[in-house]
């Protein structure tokens, strides 16, 4: 048996795996890019909403506060658009179980925020937050990407306006590949 190289058939309206797709670019990139835009105008103020967590220093705290906002517009960006979809994705699900792992941290040591994802973080009283909510909504928005992950295709990219349809290998008979070989010359 040999490997051979072959393309996957283009989006359709018609195959729903291809709309799971665009919902699962469209879901985590509106959000993050929401998120961005909202944050990256108070730097200030989004230090701070790190800081609420009591996980890194001041300084570093600072430091993400200038990189997140850029980071969470990039990829709501590419993801909206279907550009790069498989490392947006991957990028925006490992921001994702950072994000949870933060919720968790502050939770279990009974600290109470609101979690900051929108620009309104900082202390808030225990009844106020809304840990499982979040967690909830994180987890379902890191299988969304995990989708893209591992089937980056949908409707309506970028990427496959500009590359075309993804290469795939598949294995097939030793004539078949003869067969092949002998149209593609």
Same mark, same amino acid.
């Given at each position: 048996?040999?490997?051979?190289?072959?393309?996957?058939?283009?989006?359709?309206?018609?195959?729903? !795996?291809?709309? /799971?797709?665009?919902?699962?670019?469209?879901?985590?990139?509106? &959000?993050?890019?929401?998120?961005?835009?909202?944050?990256?105008?108070?730097?200030?103020?989004?230090?701070?909403?790190?800081?609420?967590?009591?996980?890194?220093?001041?300084?570093?705290?600072?430091?993400?506060?200038? /990189?997140?906002? /850029? &980071?969470?517009?990039?990829?709501?960006?590419?993801?909206? &658009?279907?550009?790069?979809?498989?490392?947006?994705?991957?990028?925006?699900?490992?921001?994702?179980?950072?994000?949870?792992?933060?919720? &968790?941290?502050?939770?279990?040591?009974?600290?109470?925020?609101?979690?900051?994802?929108?620009?309104?973080?900082?202390?808030?009283?225990?009844?106020?937050?809304?840990? !499982?909510?979040?967690?909830?909504?994180?987890?379902?928005?890191?299988?969304?990407?995990?989708?893209?992950?591992?089937?980056?295709?949908?409707?309506?990219?970028?990427?496959?306006?500009?590359?075309?349809? !993804?290469?795939?290998?598949?294995?097939?008979?030793?004539?078949?590949?003869?067969?092949?070989?002998?149209?593609?010359?």
């Amino acid at each position: 048996m040999f490997c051979v190289m072959s393309r996957y058939p283009e989006p359709s309206v018609r195959h729903w !795996p291809d709309w /799971v797709g665009l919902v699962a670019r469209l879901i985590p990139g509106a &959000v993050f890019l929401y998120a961005g835009i909202v944050k990256i105008g108070n730097v200030d103020g989004f230090a701070f909403d790190i800081r609420a967590y009591q996980l890194v220093s001041w300084d570093l705290s600072r430091m993400l506060a200038y /990189v997140l906002p /850029v &980071v969470e517009i990039a990829v709501g960006v590419l993801l909206i &658009v279907g550009l790069l979809t498989r490392w947006a994705a991957l990028v925006t699900a490992l921001l994702l179980i950072a994000f949870m792992g933060g919720i &968790v941290w502050v939770w279990a040591q009974g600290i109470s925020i609101d979690c900051g994802c929108f620009g309104h973080g900082g202390e808030v009283t225990p009844e106020s937050t809304k840990y !499982p909510q979040k967690l909830a909504e994180n987890l379902a928005m890191t299988a969304l990407c995990g989708w893209l992950v591992v089937r980056p295709r949908s409707l309506f990219s970028l990427d496959q306006a500009l590359f075309g349809s !993804p290469i795939r290998f598949s294995e097939e008979s030793h004539d078949d590949i003869a067969e092949t070989a002998e149209t593609e010359e």
